[in-house]
T-cell receptor
Framework: AQSVTQPDIHITVSEGASLELRCNYS??????LFWYVQSPGQGLQLLLK??????LVQGIKGFEAEFKRSQSSFNLRKPSVHWSDAAEYFC??????????FGPGTRLSVLP | DTAVSQTPKYLVTQMGNDKSIKCEQN?????MYWYKQDSKKFLKIMFS???????INETVPNRFSPKSPDKAHLNLHINSLELGDSAVYFC??????????????FGSGTRLTVV
């Protein structure tokens, strides 16, 4: 079965510092991969997605992610974190077009 | 105009009651989903419907029954509510896989508390 792991449950960074959130997946074919962000009390918002082609994808709010097939990874990055980026981040893989399988999430805290 | 709207946003009810959560999308998407988010934020698929037809029915107690009167609406009815049903329930919709805009659009969630 498809699965997604996010090794870091909670990450704390200082405002202005760079950020990398890790995501690893297991999937039997070329995956469709997604990153979502959930602010407290809110629904999930799509940050970016990868279907094929260029392995570095740009998203909203200054985020980018890199697909590495050899490592089964799709890590999310941001060069300079803002206090408003504090939220829960979810990586997801499309399950053969049936539904998305989500990782357990990484909570990001931002220090002033 | 909200793309995926769920009502109510909060629902507090007693054990044993029956309740419904409604979801509507105005995006013209073919597929709609219900996900449950537990207290640890873990998201688990419950049901999916494609154009009013049930596609996925995960191992969810049969006290949960989805209903899709048309492809823009997917409601969730829960009978005999239990304490363990307390969670946040998210509705989502999507286009077909392979479409350039493929990806879930989520509603803002319904926080269900059973007391």
């Amino acid at each position: 079965a498809q699965s997604v792991t996010q090794p870091d449950i909670h990450i704390t960074v200082s405002e202005g510092a760079s950020l990398e959130l890790r995501c690893n997946y297991s999937y039997g074919a070329t995956p469709y991969l997604f990153w979502y962000v959930q602010s407290p009390g809110q629904g999930l918002q799509l940050l970016l997605k990868y279907f094929s082609g260029d392995t570095l994808v740009q998203g909203i709010k200054g985020f980018e992610a890199e697909f590495k097939r050899s490592q089964s990874s799709f890590n999310l990055r941001k060069p300079s974190v803002h206090w408003s980026d504090a939220a829960e981040y979810f990586c997801a893989v499309d399950n053969y077009g049936q539904n998305f399988v989500f990782g357990p999430g990484t909570r990001l805290s931002v220090l002033p | 105009d909200t793309a995926v709207s769920q009502t109510p946003k909060y629902l507090v009810t007693q054990m044993g009651n029956d309740k419904s959560i409604k979801c509507e999308q105005n995006l013209g998407h073919d597929t709609m989903y219900w996900y449950k988010q537990d207290s640890k934020k873990f998201l688990k698929i419950m049901f999916s419907y494609n154009n009013k037809e049930l596609i996925i029915n995960e191992t969810v107690p049969n006290r949960f029954s989805p209903k899709s009167p048309d492809k823009a609406h997917l409601n969730l009815h829960i009978n005999s509510l239990e304490l363990g049903d307390s969670a946040v329930y998210f509705c989502a919709s999507s286009q077909r896989p392979g479409q350039p805009d493929y990806g879930y659009t989520f509603g803002s969630g319904t926080r269900l508390t059973v007391v």
